[in-house]
């Protein structure tokens, strides 16, 4: 495998502060070891206040680490050497109000080290890859969330960088815009750039990443590929079987079932309906509930099998109260579409 | 790699060019030159007579009133003069004449002479001859009638009763200047000449412009608009991009502090060059120094915003800023006050302004108005004479006139009036009576200097020089005697105070005309009892005068407004004058005879300091060389610049030697010697000297310095003369100077000086390290040293420690 083009070991950072209650000490990232590889676009993953953003600052040299030690295209972060190869977009990109689009570009190009001719040449190709053609030369006190996003792509990209630091690109973005924005990452990532993702929006890192790492509390819970990362040779049947009929008692469905084949059950009651959702192995598993509910004089309304997303295997991972308040997040920002039409009591 | 940081700077330019402030503030200068665009000026000559021209009212009341009672003045300049005062103004004259106490308005005075102006009926060529009249009116008066100008023909007018009146008038420059507007005439002119007008925008106008316009005005809007830089700057979106960039935090930083400057060098380039145009076009001041405003006002504004850049830094939030550098630049303003407070109320009036020995003791004068005497057992300086909380009084210099005798006088409100309220005795210190002032004889009013000739004691006042014999004076002064006679006055050098200087005149019916005009004499400044006139006629002094006694001669060096003479003082006429009762100050014999005569080119009026050593005469007039002249014949033997350009302060002969002690304006005191055609400066340790004063008996020049302090040097006699410290005066702190000392100087030291950086830019703007403030007589005037330096290097430093505090804030903390 060749070299890592980010690569941590052990890194840490902790926040001590003094306030009239005493000293506070807060962990913000707790030994962290990652590495990303050349043409990998890696999503780091995590709920609020999981240390991302911290681990993002100390690659950048905004912070300083309390500890561990790590190297960005083989320099030591923090280093100028490291910072003039990477491409930055921060999460909430502020441009001063005296600029339009392409002065901006001109401003970061020159804080890259470019010339004014290298940052013309780059300009009008990336202010087209970006959207903001013809726009370029509007005051950006004009532009909406969206194009400040896409105006700080467009900058990161400026300097033709080896590494491209990405902080929540998608943030504010329209569907067409996100849709857009995973374009240009794609073909990026195509054209052999590496990436560095960090966002919360997990169709959207299950769609572009092709490593991911997971992090919470300042620690990595997992790091892999997404497949690897989900169980995904684990599978659920989901059953519903109407209720009418069976009384004011439920039916003993451990007794339909021969011992051991329906170990893992859940049963829920839904209007009137049971939801049984029993783990299963294999197709002969599933036949086998099938026939033994069937048996049993059972009707059955639905039946579904389902694979382990990755919000799901992040839930499994980041099991805190913490992430009980970032998965409410989480699921107001996501689509509709990405978890199965069932849903979940 | 520089570029990323030009960038950083060009994008503050742009930032700041955005900003709705800063063209709401070019608005307003473009409005406040268009505003001032109009401004003229015009240089006429000086003819009208104003009030405040009459710069001694007693002494030309007196005059005029013995111009129209004295039969012998009926047809002299002075007589003619009178005449011309319209009836009401002659009737108060007469009755000053018999000692009646009378007001007469100046305003009155000036209208009437002004009237005079132009009706020249009073004029006499035969009367006028005996004047001493100015190479100015000599010159106009040879112009033939039909050639002369209406204005040429007003001034010389006004010249021939300057000539008549001698002594009266403020010096005034030949021409002045009539500021005008949009082609009118502003109401107040000038009576300033063009030189001076220069000087004063060059060392006053353009300080204070910068004291409020660029100190002030656009400071506070530099701070309003540049004090969102940082907190901009510190928002996550903004900084972590801008630190993710491979350039370094210090010089992000400090780039965006000096692009931060852009606003005010923005405001300022505009204003002063526009400023400088006007003076340019306008006035015909092309003065580029004026330029130098720019620099120092940027600055100027970059010692507040490096206040405003750590307090972004540790708050981020622009309100917080502002507010936190109001109250530093507040705190700045308070320390400045509070110290100059103490350098008006504490430090300056202890400053030794004159010195006197007498064998170990010391008496001093201060510019505070004290006669201070050294007390060796308490180390400390003892008041003589108290000053007067508003500094009006004026103390002679004291002499010492004998053994354990030092002589002095105190003039009340001599700072304000030239010869004061009251009659003016003579005080005579006695060592044996530790050192109290005895009042004793009449001193002629008006006496600015005494000075001492062998057995002689002469007064100088701006009437002339008058001389009685020292022994008289002590025996007068009651010294010796069980019973002192009673005085004028109170005792302690309190003199008595009539209102207008005339004492109580016996009436008209009791004694004639010549008592009255005996007492007219008196009261304008002539002679008195004791004192008599020494002035051979044709001699009048007319300021600036200095005189001074050439040692083991009795002969006196005196320079009169460009006239250098050498008086010698005849002995027999000496004696038939003292004692003898003075009819009139014009019509006893002189008793002294003048030896030679010299006259200077122009540049009478300027302030000139005289020495005399040996057989040289050291003469120093402003802006011009230096002079090493020949004490017999006068001749001018060497020119030389002053050192390092610097005007000089006071100058003392050093014994006989042919040398010369110079105090200039940095504080320094040099010593010149002659060696052929070369002159050797020699510079001696002490610094911040305020006065030198040779002390011919014991050979050691006292060197005073640090405020109070004294140092008694005895010169080696080489060309480069090696200085012994024989004695030196460390008085202990008083409770004030203690406080000034060890609380308000460090705090001074701490604080950058924003406030005296107008004195920087008088320096910068004028090309001159100091100016003389006061009266005209060397007595009176104290020469300020700009700060040049001072205020630019105290901010520096704390320049220099704020942007270092916040480079290391802002490098070490995370964001």
Known sequence: MSQPIVDVHQLRKTYRSLSLTGRRRIDAVRGVSLQAYPGEVFGLLGPNGAGKTTLIKMLLGVVKPSGGDATLLGQPIGSSAARSRVGYLPESLRVDRHHSARSALRYYGRMSGMSSAEINAQSDALLKLVGLEGRDRESVRRFSKGMYQRLGLAQALLHDPDLLVLDEPTDGLDPVGRNEVRKVIDRLRDSGKTIFLNSHILQEVE????????????????????????????????????????????PDWQAIFAPGEAAEMDVTEVRKTFRLTIAVSGQD?????????????????????????????FMRLVETDSVASASAEIESERPSAVVGDGGQA | MIKPYLAVIADSFHSALASRILWIAFVAIWIFLAALAPIGYHEDYTTTFRWFDLDNGTQMKAMLARGLVDP???????????????????????????????????????????????????????????????????????????????????????????????????????????????????????????????????????????DWLLGFALIFLGILVTASIVPDMLQPGSLHLLLSKPISRTMLLLSKFIGGCAFVFLCVTQLVVGLWLIAGFRLDIWNARMLWCIPVAVFLFAVFFSVSLLAGLRWRSPILSIGVTCMFGAFVLVIGFIGGYFDTLVRGPDRIAQMSFDDQDVVVTTRGGQL??????????????????????????????????????????????????????????DGSRQW?????LRLPNGTRRLIVVDDRLLALNNAGLMATKIDEAISESGIGQSDPPPSSGESSGEVSDSGTGAEAVPSPESIGVTAWITDLIRMQGGATEAFHSILPRGVTLTDPVRVEAV??????????????????????????????????????????????????????????????????????RADEPMRWIDAATLETLLEFPSPQDQTVVAAEGVGQADRFAVLTTDGLVRIATRSGDDLVWTMLPQREVTAIEFDAPSGRL??????????????????????????????????????????????????????????????????????????????????????????????????????????????????
């Open chain 1, 207 to 250: 769609m572009v990443c092709t490593r991911v790492a997971i992090l919470a509390k300042g620690e990595i819970k997992a790091i892999g590929p997404i497949d690897e990362l989900a169980h995904r040779d684990e599978q659920k049947l989901i059953v519903e079987v109407p209720g009418e009929g069976h009384g004011d008692r439920a």
């Open chain 1, 285 to 313: 598993q599933i036949n086998g509930v099938v026939d033994r509910l069937r048996g049993a004089g059972q009707s059955i309304s639905r039946l579904e099998v389902r694979r382990e997303s990755l919000e799901e295997t």
């Open chain 2, 72 to 210: 012998k003045e009926s047809e002299t300049a002075l007589g003619r003069i009178a005449r011309t005062f319209p009836d009401d103004i002659r009737r108060k004259l007469r009755q000053v004449a018999r000692g009646e106490d009378v007001r007469i308005d100046k305003g009155a005075l000036a209208d009437s002479l002004n009237e005079s102006l132009d009706d020249e009926s009073w004029y006499d060529q035969q009367a006028w001859q005996t004047t001493v009249r100015l190479r100015e009116l000599r010159e106009l008066d040879e112009i033939p009638e039909d050639q002369l100008t209406t204005p040429q023909r007003r001034r010389r007018a006004r010249l021939r009763i300057e000539a008549a009146l001698p002594g009266v008038f403020t010096a005034m420059s030949a021409r002045s200047i009539t500021l005008s507007y949009a082609g009118f005439d502003f109401p107040a002119f000038f009576l300033i000449g063009k030189e001076q007008f220069v000087s004063l925008i060059n060392q006053f106008v353009v300080p204070i412009m910068m």
């Open chain 2, 372 to 429: 201070k005497r050294f007390d060796s057992a308490s180390n400390q300086w003892d008041e003589l004479i108290e000053g007067d909380f508003r500094r009006r009084d004026l103390i002679v210099p004291p002499v010492r006139i004998a053994d354990g005798k030092i002589a002095t006088a105190r003039i009340r409100g001599g700072r304000f009036n030239l010869y004061g309220s009251g009659s003016l005795d003579l005080l005579v210190l």
């Open chain 2, 436 to 440: 109290k002032p005895n009042p004793g």
């Open chain 2, 551 to 620: 040692s083991g001669a009795d002969s006196l060096i005196v320079y009169s407004r460009g006239r250098l003479m050498r008086l010698e003082l005849s002995a027999e006429a000496d004696d038939s004058a003292v004692g003898a009762p003075v009819t009139g100050g014009a019509s006893h014999e002189p008793t002294a005879t003048l030896a030679a005569d010299v006259l200077m080119d122009d540049n009478s009026a300027a302030r000139t300091t005289m020495a005399v050593s040996g057989s040289a005469v050291l003469l120093a």
């Open chain 2, 702 to 815: 006292a060197i005073a310095h640090h405020i109070d302090s004294i140092d008694f040097v005895t010169l080696g006699s080489d060309a480069t003369p090696q200085t012994t410290v024989d004695r030196t005066i460390r008085p202990s702190l008083t409770s004030w100077r203690s406080v000034d000392r060890y609380l308000i100087t460090p705090l001074r030291t701490l604080t950058p000086q924003t406030g005296e950086l107008s004195q920087t830019v008088a320096a910068l703007v004028s090309g001159k390290t100091s100016f003389a403030i006061g009266g005209s007589s060397e007595e009176d005037q104290e020469v300020v040293q700009l700060k040049i330096l001072r205020p630019v290097v105290s901010c520096s430093l704390f320049l220099a420690v704020m942007l270092t505090v916040s480079s290391v804030y802002f490098a070490r903390r995370d964001f």
